[in-house]
Structures are given as C-alpha cells and as structure tokens.
C-alpha cells in the first residue's frame, strides 16, 4: 500500500527505525487495509481536531461546554456494552501456561482465526497508531505500547487513561521493548467477537467491539493480563488493586487493595474520612483507584505505580454522596458512555447521580426519555473516562518514577457472615491464602441463587494472564524476597448484616476507623488478639466515635464463629482442587492451619 510506505518514511524521518515496530505497523496496515494512517502525538491541538472530527460524524456529542468543559457524549452498539469473559482468550503455545481459570486457544490457530477477521476490517476507515507508556515515561518500572485501532473513540480514550505522545516512540527506540496491540471495530458482531491475549508474544488483539474495557488495549488487556505474565517472568506483580495514601500527623503511609466488583473499591480509593478525623489532620490521597504494579525497591521494600492515567468507572450510583472526589473528577476533560443525555442544557445524568431525572433527554439507547417512565436511562455499566489529575485527592506522589512504598495490602469481600470487620493475616504466606481465598456472595436473584459463594483469588480471576496456581507461587515467591520488609496483609469486610440482611457496618467514609487500625497496626502501633483466623484488634482499638453503633455491635462485627469457618474451610478445599499440583504446597498448609484451627 502506498499510504504504508509514505507513513514509513514519515517514521523515519522521526528516527523511529525500530524493525519490531515498523513491521508490526507495516503488517498490520497491509492486512487491515485502512484508508489512512494517522500518528497519536498527544497533543492539545490533535485531540481537540479529533473531537471536532468525532462530532462531525457523529461518534461523539459536544456537551454544554460552560457546566462541562471539554466533556462529550457517546454511546456504543446495543450489543456491546461491557467485557465479555467468554469472549476472552489467553493465547499460548501449550496449554498448561494458561491454567485452569481462563479461556485457552493454540497461537497459530488463534492468529489463523484473528487474521480471517482482520483482512479488509479498516476499509474506508483510518488506523491510528497509538504509542502508550502504562506509568510515567520516566519511570523504570513504566512499559510501553502500541495500539493499533480504527476507532476515534479508542484514540481519544487512550489520551485520557494512558500517556500518549511521541516520548513513548522514542523510549521504545532505546529499549526495543512494548507490547502489540490491534484492534478492529470490523462490523461489532458479537459472534466474531474476541479478546486474545498471546502473553508469549507480548501481543493483544481485539476485534468487533468498541466497548472501552474490550478496545482500550492498554486497560486490563494490558495493564493486568499481560503485565501479570510479564510480571511472573521478571520478578514483579501486576494486581487489580487501589493505592491509597493515608497521612497522619505529617506522616502518609501507603495501602493497596483488591476487591471483587461491587465492594466499594473506587469509593474507598477516593475516601473522605469523617469530620472528626479531618480535624486531627488525616488526609487520604489517591495514587489509584484500579491497578498497581508492585515492584521490589532498591531499600528491599515494595513499591507501587499506578500503570494508568485516568478512571475508566462505573457512572451509576456515583454521586456528591457516594464519591465526590469520583465526581468532581468528572467534570472537565471527560468522556461519558452509555449514559442518560440531558437535552435541556446538554448535559449527563444517571441513576443515582441525584433524584432529579430530566424531563427532556435521550437514553443509552438514544430513545427519547425522562424520570418518569419507569425504566432506566442510563445502561448499568455505563462509564465515564476521566483525567485523575481532576481528582481533588490525587497523590502528589502520582508521577513518582519509583511509585511509593506499601505498608500494607488489603483483602476483601461482600460476606454476609463469615468474615469479621478486619482481621490481619499471620504471616506473608497466611496472607497469600486470604488473598487466594477472596470471595463474595451474591445478593439478587438476578444473579442466582442468593448467597452464593464466589471466589475471586485477589480480585484476579478474570484477569491473571497465566496459570492461577503458578500465580499464587509467584506470591510465595515475592515473599521470600521481601522476607522482614513484607507489608503486613489484612482482610475487611463492610458488608455483614444483622437477622433482616442490613447492613451493621456504615462504611464509606467510617472505613477510615478500619484503616487507621490497620495503618497504625502495620507500623508496629496497635496491639491484636490472636484468634482462629488471624489476628484482629481489641474492640476498643477501633474508634467509634460518633457512630451509632455500641461497644457490643462492635464485638459482633469482629465476632468469628468456628462452625461457619469450618464449612469455609471445607469451600476452600473445593475450590483449590481445580488447580491439582499447581496449587503450592504453602497454601495447602495453611488450609489445614485453618481446619485445624476451627475444629
């Protein structure tokens, strides 16, 4: 193609001349057969001609500029609005890289598949190449990207989650090293529809979607799926986890957290703590609210990036009550998906954003509606895509090359029973077995029979990019190195209930009185009482001040009954079985430490 080869001499005029590169654009360009190559730069002026270009065919909509700067509006096909699990493979040559958790298929026969819809896929249309850093560009523990996609939207989304501009072209100059991405919009048919990881070849491909959680390549693609391989070959951990810093007294000591979706993980990444810790000084900066990377740092202790740019998050029930700062985030520079169009005064709304629904709008589905006709005008994972420099508790420390040190790490789930408010973990491999044992149950019939135990191995099921029993070796193994320097780990759990299923824990906000105890037991500040499952505070060490909750609500809350343990214990047997002899012998002794405990 001419257009390829006139786009070729453009890269190397650039002194872009890294061979990987250039054939991967060259290759691509000659199966897809777009009409036009378009380079990313980043820049001011190219993002904002891409939005002009996006609104003139409709792709975006120009939202009131005056109560939402420089924020648009766009929605997706009706067939494809969220990540499809099914639809996602791992990639590799054998089968045992990939485990008994993900979707497999052969390399040659995925990319045989792959390449059968590619072929003629951008016709008409203009590839854009984007070059990413997941991290600050200056940071060693950063890794670079190019995706390859025929999507506006994709473009500009990737501006927003990740660092776009020609600063990545030239570090992947000097190192030789990024990862692949393709994506192709082709005609969004969900039955040739597919998400293929290939972890071996440091490539993602991603075709007949425009949903952003299956064509932002750089999101769980590859900030999780193939950052975690990657992370398992060179000695470091890719996790679905916040990263959140908690000063007290001039001092900020740094949490990261995994939980299952629907637990409060972007509430607690963003968390306003309550009035009275506010007037002892406490503060809580948000470094992430999804993903960290946790490397090993020259001092032997651990430290975490947060790989991305922006917030890719869920619109309904955000609100100034449940998350301002997630909010507040929202209201410059972002792009909203899938939710409610405010014809009045050309703005957003979605359920749970406040109790005044407009009269005049557009659902997700572009249909006329208003408040008042009984259904939803807002998708349930609609999304909105935000700079996470608009958040007003953005970390200071956000663009720290050497990201910043975990004091301690933090599971949790929705259990109705079973798990305590908090409890601490004896040991580092103790705390890989929580972690490893993660679930929540399901609360709607919707969702099947209530009560429901689902694992979720540190938040990581979906997204583990190899085989989850290896994954929980590499924990181990990232263990021994850190050996006394191991941030101590912890499990919480805001979701017990009372007899009639309400919840007895107020959360949000009142979470800080869990997370102070952590902090200041981390440190070596707190004292603990040792019980079946681990160690947990004294009731009186939790601060309860201003909550309408007793002394003896409290002790019920960090209650652990023997007899519901045991049959956890007998899930957990159940549930580690699928991994055969992968399953490290470490987690096995601590199962049988739990038995034993709970007898």
């Known amino acids: 193609m001419a257009t390829n080869k006139v786009f070729l001499k453009f890269l190397e005029t650039q002194k872009i001349c890294d061979e990987t590169l250039v054939n991967f654009i060259d290759e691509s360009a000659n199966l897809c057969q777009p009409d036009k190559i378009v380079l990313v730069d980043g820049s001011k002026e190219q993002i904002e001609a891409f939005r002009a270009e996006a609104c003139a065919t409709g792709e975006l909509y120009k939202l009131n500029q005056e109560i939402l700067p420089d924020c648009y509006y766009h929605k997706t096909a009706v067939n494809d609005v969220a990540r499809v699990e099914g639809r996602t493979f791992i990639c590799t040559k054998e089968k045992s890289v990939v485990g008994p958790t993900n979707n497999w298929m052969e390399t040659s026969e995925a990319l045989a598949l792959l390449n059968k819809h590619y072929d003629g896929a951008m016709k008409g249309r203009t590839m854009y190449i984007i070059p990413y850093s997941m991290g600050p560009v200056t940071s060693p523990y950063s890794k670079n990207g190019i995706e390859l996609s025929d999507s506006i939207y994709v473009a500009l989304n990737m501006a927003i989650m990740t660092r776009v501009g020609m600063s990545v072209l030239k570090n992947i100059e000097t190192s030789h090293e990024f990862v692949k991405g393709l994506h192709a919009k082709a005609d969004i048919n969900e039955e040739n529809r597919y998400i293929c990881h290939f972890p071996e070849e440091n490539l993602i491909c991603s075709v007949n979607s425009g949903y952003g959680g299956n064509v932002l390549l ?8 193939i950052a975690s391989y ?3 070959k060179e000695g470091w951990m890719a996790e679905h986890m916040l990263i959140l810093g908690i000063e007290k007294d001039g001092v900020i000591r740094y949490v990261s957290a995994a939980f299952p979706s629907a637990c409060g993980k972007t509430n607690l990444a963003m968390l306003i703590p309550p009035e009275g810790y506010i007037k002892d000084g406490y503060k809580v900066w948000c470094v992430g609210d999804d993903i960290a990377w946790l490397n090993i740092g020259a001092d032997g202790q651990l430290y975490a990036i947060n790989p991305e740019n922006g917030f890719f998050g869920v619109a309904p029930g955000t609100s100034m009550k449940s998350n301002p700062n997630a909010l507040i985030s929202t209201q410059k520079g972002t792009i909203f998906t899938n939710v409610v169009l405010n014809k009045d005064n050309d703005t957003v709304w979605w359920e749970g954003l406040d109790k005044n629904p407009p009269k005049n709008a557009l659902d997700w589905y572009g249909n006329p509606w208003n408040g008042e006709m009984g259904t939803k005008g807002a998708h349930p994972n609609s999304r909105f895509t935000a700079p996470a420099t608009n958040c007003p508790c953005v970390s200071s420390e956000f663009e720290a090359p050497m990201g910043v040190p975990i004091s301690a790490i933090v599971f949790g789930g929705r259990r109705a029973k079973t798990a305590p408010l908090v409890y601490q973990a004896r040991d580092w491999n103790h705390g890989v077995f929580v972690g490893a044992t993660m679930a929540s149950e399901t609360t709607a019939a919707a969702a099947g029979a209530v009560g429901v ?9 979906p997204f ?8 929980f070796s590499h ?5 021994k190195k850190l050996g006394d320097k191991a941030p101590k780990i912890f499990n919480v759990n805001w979701f017990k209930t009372d007899d009639e299923g309400n919840f007895i824990w107020p959360g949000f906000g009142d979470n800080m009185r869990v997370l102070d105890w952590i902090i200041e037991r981390a440190t070596g500040k707190a004292d603990a009482i040792e019980s079946p499952i681990g160690f947990q505070p004294k009731a009186e060490d939790i601060n309860i001040d201003g909550l309408d909750i007793s002394m003896d609500t409290l002790e019920s809350l960090l209650s652990v009954d023997k007899a519901t343990w045991a049959e956890e214990a007998n899930g957990i047997e159940e549930f580690f079985a699928k ?3 992968d399953l490290p012998s470490e987690l096995r002794a601590e199962l049988e430490t739990l038995k034993k405990n709970v007898q």
């Open 475 to 479: 924990w181990v193994e990232m263990g």
């Open 453 to 461: 135990i689902r694992r979720d191995p540190m938040a990581m099921l």
């Open 230 to 232: 990657l992370g398992w």
């Open 218 to 225: 750089g999101k769980k693609c590859f900030a999780l799926r």
């Open 464 to 471: 583990c990019g190899y085989n989850m029993g290896e994954y």
């Open 579 to 581: 991994f055969g002899d």
